[in-house]
């Protein structure tokens, strides 16, 4: 396998961690809007691109063992390590872009799961108060549940 194929990998694992971000903007700007019966379909469409995603790592997995073995190196070399070892500048140069573009947009995509998560909880937060003040705990003597927002007692 060449250096060409494992920089057609590289690509394709980029668009897909391109497509990862978009899908994750995408929910970000569901939960900001309060849309959230959307999240659901969103989440599913993440889980898809990240299956995706695995199975391209492990095509690129591949590809890079191949490489290393033609370069004389151990196959779990990483990136960086192959792109310096590779005899042609032109093609070091085509894999040391490869490796900073895919640690911006891991960068990118961890920043966005993080906030994604901060407004899952939050959202999550709300809809259990919203549900606790629609049934609340026995409050007074002799069982009296107090006032209620929803009367379930008819």
């Known amino acids: ?50 299956e995706k995603l695995r199975e391209a790592s492990l095509s690129r997995a591949v590809a890079s063992s191949w490489v290393a073995a033609e370069l004389g190196l151990p196959d779990d070399v990483t990136l960086a390590q192959l792109s310096a070892a590779v005899n042609e500048p032109a093609w070091r140069e085509v894999l040391t872009q490869h490796l900073h573009a895919l640690r911006a947009s891991a960068s990118s995509i961890t ?33 009296d549940k107090g006032p209620r927002l929803l009367d379930t007692s008819l």
């Open 1 to 50: 396998m060449s250096v060409n194929a494992l920089s057609t990998r590289l690509w394709r694992e980029r668009e897909l961690l391109d497509l990862l971000q978009f899908k994750l903007e995408e929910q970000q700007l569901l939960l900001i809007s309060g849309k959230s019966q959307w999240v659901g379909h969103a989440a599913r469409e993440i889980e898809t691109v990240l």
């Open 111 to 143: 920043s966005l799961r993080d906030t994604n998560s901060t407004y899952l909880r939050s959202a999550q937060r709300a809809a259990q108060e919203s549900l606790a003040a629609l049934d609340p705990d026995p409050s007074g003597p002799d069982g």
